[in-house]
C-alpha cells in the first residue's frame, strides 16, 4: 500500500499538470473564437466579457465583403498542389537515398538539412526577384514552385525514414519474380507507405496552409493566400476589422482541424511505422 500511494500521487500530478496545460495551449484559439461571435463594443471592453450576446455578423462581413471565399479558395488550390508535388518527388528521392548509401547520397541528405535549416528571409527577397523576371509575380505557379522548394528538404528527410523501415528483401523478392525495380516500388512498396505518404502530407500541408512571408512577398493581390489577408485586416483602422479578424481566423483553422481529425489514425501509425518487419 506504501508503494502504491506515491505512483497514484504520481498520476494525479501528471494529469493535473496536462490539464493545465491543455488549456493553456487551447485559450488561445478559444478567446479568437468568442472574440469572432462579439459586437465590437464587447470586444474591446475593458475588463473583458465572458457573457455576451453572440452574434455572426463578423462572419456575415467576412464572407460577403471581404473576398474570404477567394483567398480560402487560392490557399486551398497551393496547399494541395504543393503537398502533391512535394509527395511525388519526395518518395522517389526518399526512395533513392534509402536504397543507396554512397558517399554522394549523405552528401546530398547533408545539403538538404542545410538548405531547409536556412531562413525564410534568406529565399524571400531572391524568389521575389526571380518572379518578376520571368513574368510569374503574382501567379498561384511561382508561389507552388517556392513553398515546394523550401519544404521539399523536410519532405525527402521525413519519407527517407519511412523507406529505411521497409526491408529490402520485400522488393528483391519481387525482383526474382520478375518485377523491374520501378515494379517492385509501385506494387510492393509504395502500398506499404501509406501511413507514412499521408504523416509527410500532413505536415506539408501544415507547412504550406500557414506560410507567411514567402506569401507576401511572391504575391500581391490575385494570388494571395489567407496568412496574408489576415495579417492585413490587423493594420486596418477600421475597429469592425478586429472582430473580422477573429472570424477568420477561426474559419482558417477550422478545415485544418477537420483533416487532422479524419487523418489522425493514420498519422500516429506513421510516427510508429518502425514496428514493421520483414
Known amino acids: 500500500m506504501s508503494e502504491a500511494k506515491p505512483k497514484l500521487w504520481f498520476t494525479i500530478v501528471v494529469y493535473v499538470f496536462l490539464l493545465a496545460w491543455l488549456i493553456i495551449s487551447i485559450m488561445p484559439f478559444l478567446w479568437t473564437l468568442a472574440t469572432s461571435f462579439k459586437e465590437v463594443v464587447d470586444a ?3 475588463p473583458p466579457k465572458f457573457i455576451f450576446t453572440p452574434t455572426t455578423e463578423a462572419y456575415e462581413l467576412l464572407w460577403g465583403r471581404e473576398r474570404f471565399p477567394e483567398y480560402l479558395l487560392n490557399s486551398a488550390i497551393v496547399a494541395v498542389s504543393t503537398v502533391v508535388i512535394s509527395i511525388s518527388i519526395g518518395c522517389l528521392a526518399g526512395y533513392g537515398l534509402a536504397r543507396y548509401s554512397g558517399m554522394s547520397g549523405f552528401v546530398i541528405l547533408i545539403a538538404a538539412l542545410l538548405f531547409r535549416s536556412l531562413p525564410r528571409m534568406a529565399f524571400a527577397l531572391p524568389y521575389f526577384i526571380i518572379g518578376q523576371w520571368v513574368g510569374l509575380y503574382d501567379t498561384k505557379l511561382l508561389l507552388v514552385l517556392v513553398l515546394v522548394t523550401v519544404n521539399q528538404p523536410f519532405t525527402i528527410w521525413m519519407l527517407r525514414s519511412f523507406f529505411m523501415e521497409i526491408p529490402k528483401e520485400l522488393e528483391e523478392a ?8 520501378l515494379g517492385a516500388f509501385v506494387r510492393v512498396i509504395m502500398p506499404l507507405m501509406g501511413p507514412g505518404i499521408i504523416t509527410a502530407g500532413i505536415f506539408s500541408l501544415l507547412l504550406a496552409y500557414n506560410e507567411y512571408l514567402l506569401a507576401a512577398m511572391v504575391t ?7 496568412p496574408v489577408v489576415i495579417a492585413q485586416f490587423g493594420v486596418s483602422e477600421d475597429l ?16 485544418i482541424v477537420i483533416v487532422v481529425l479524419l487523418a489522425q489514425k493514420y498519422v500516429v501509425r506513421g510516427l510508429t511505422f518502425g514496428a514493421v518487419k520483414g
Open 220 to 226: 500581391a493581390t490575385q494570388s494571395r493566400t489567407l
Open 44 to 46: 474591446f471592453a475593458v
Open 174 to 181: 519481387a525482383m526474382v519474380d520478375g518485377c523491374s525495380r
Open 240 to 255: 469592425q476589422a478586429w472582430t473580422i479578424t477573429a472570424a477568420a481566423g477561426v474559419s482558417v483553422a477550422i478545415p
